[in-house]
C-alpha cells in the first residue's frame, strides 16, 4: 500500500520539475531582454543630457562673445566719433572765482588746457582736485556744449589768523600767520603769488591760546572755544560795537571765556555763548562811559548781572584800522 501510494507523488514531482525546466530558460530571456532596454534607454537620456549641455554651453559662449564684441564696437565708436572727436575739442575756459586765487593757478590745479576733449572730462575728479586746495570752499564744473567748460570757484573768506613756529624751509624756526574762516577751517599761508587785491591779512584779528595741533590746513577745528571766537568774530561786524572799535586779538586759553582786546587798549571778556546778548551790553557800557568821559579798561561780560568795569580817563581814541576789501566783488574771469 505504501508503494502505490507513493507512485503518484513521485509522478507530480516529475511533472512539477519539468514544469520548473522549461520555464527557466523562457524567464532568462525575458530578464535579458528587459535589462537591454534599460542599457539602451539610459544611453538615450545620457546622450540627450550631453546634447542638452552642448548646446547650452555654446549659447553661454556665444551670448558672451557677443556681448564681448558689441562692447569693443561701442567703444570703438565712443573714442572715434565721441573722445577723439575734434568738434568736442574745449576751445573756451570759463574759469571764475569770488576771490583772490589767480584764474591761472586755478586752471593748474584743474588739470584742464584748451583742446582737450570736453565729454572726456571726469567733472568730479576736476572739483575734488580743485576742493583739496585749503582756500577753496566749493567748486562746481559745467560742460557747455560743443567746446567751452565752465568753473565756478567759491573760496573761503579768512576771519581771523593764528601765528604759529613752524620750520623755515632753510632751517630754523619762524612765525608763521595761518588763516580761519567762519566755519573754522584752516586756511594754509597764502602764497606770495596770489593777488590778494589786497587781503590785508594783518588787519584780521589774532587768535591766541589754541592748541597748534588742530591747526592742519584744510581741516576743519573743533575746539569748542575756538568756534565761538570765531562767532564772536562774525557776529562783531554786524552789531552795535561795529566802527566804534578794533578787535585786535581774542584769547581762547581760559576756561569757559573769551578775552578780546581791543585796538584802543580795552580788554573784554565774554562767556561761549549768547554772544550777541553780551554784545549789545558791550554798547550799554560803552555809552555810559562815553557820557562820563571814560574809557573801558577792562569790563566782564561773562558776569550776567551788574558786569564789572575798569575805567580810564578818555583819551584821544586812535583811529580805527582800516578793514581789508571783502573779495567777492571781484570776480575774476579767464576766457
Known amino acids: 500500500m505504501a508503494w502505490r501510494n507513493s507512485a503518484p507523488r513521485q509522478k507530480i514531482a516529475v511533472r512539477c520539475l519539468n514544469m520548473w525546466i522549461k520555464r527557466k530558460p523562457k524567464n532568462r530571456r525575458l530578464e535579458r531582454g528587459n535589462v ?10 545620457r546622450a540627450a543630457r550631453l546634447r542638452l549641455a552642448t548646446t ?17 564696437v561701442g567703444d570703438w565708436a565712443l573714442d572715434e566719433f565721441v573722445f577723439n572727436n575734434d568738434a568736442f ?18 586752471r593748474k590745479w584743474a588739470g584742464v588746457r584748451p583742446g582737450d576733449n570736453l565729454l572726456a572730462l ?17 567748486v562746481a564744473v559745467e560742460r557747455v556744449l560743443p567746446r567751452t567748460l565752465k568753473i565756478s570757484v567759491i573760496e573761503r573768506e579768512p576771519i581771523a589768523r593764528m601765528k604759529m613756529l613752524r620750520l623755515q624751509p632753510g ?6 600767520s595761518y588763516y580761519l574762516d567762519k566755519s573754522g577751517h584752516v ?25 597748534a595741533a588742530e591747526f592742519l590746513p584744510g581741516s576743519a577745528i573743533h575746539s569748542p572755544k575756538v568756534r565761538a571766537a570765531l562767532r564772536l568774530i562774525a557776529e562783531f561786524e554786524n552789531s552795535p560795537m561795529a566802527g566804534l572799535v578794533d578787535l585786535k586779538s581774542v584769547d581762547v586759553s581760559g576756561t569757559e ?36 568821559g571814560k574809557a573801558i ?17 578818555a583819551a584821544p581814541v586812535p583811529p580805527l584800522a582800516p578793514k581789508p576789501d571783502p573779495a567777492s566783488p571781484n570776480r575774476k574771469k579767464h576766457v
Open 36 to 45: 537591454l532596454d534599460v542599457k539602451l534607454r539610459a544611453k538615450e537620456i
Open 297 to 313: 579798561w577792562t569790563l566782564d561780560l561773562s558776569v550776567t548781572n551788574n558786569a564789572p568795569a575798569l575805567w580810564l580817563e
Open 171 to 176: 632751517g630754523g624756526l619762524g612765525l608763521v
Open 56 to 72: 547650452a554651453v555654446g549659447l553661454s559662449l556665444g551670448t558672451v562673445l557677443g556681448l564681448y564684441l558689441l562692447w569693443r
Open 257 to 292: 571765556v573769551l578775552q578780546v582786546t581791543t585796538g584802543q587798549g580795552s580788554r573784554i571778556t565774554f562767556a561761549l555763548d549768547h554772544l550777541e546778548d553780551q554784545l549789545r551790553h558791550w554798547r550799554l557800557v560803552y555809552d555810559l562811559g562815553k557820557n562820563m
Open 187 to 211: 586756511i594754509q599761508p597764502l602764497p606770495v603769488q596770489v593777488d590778494t587785491i589786497s587781503l590785508d591779512g594783518d588787519a584780521l584779528p589774532v587768535l591766541s591760546g589754541g592748541n
Open 122 to 138: 571726469d567733472l568730479n575728479r576736476i572739483k575734488n582736485d580743485l576742493e583739496l586746495a585749503p582756500m577753496i570752499q566749493s
Open 89 to 106: 575739442a574745449i576751445r573756451e575756459l570759463d574759469i571764475q572765482t569770488d576771490g583772490s586765487i589767480p584764474v591761472e593757478q586755478l
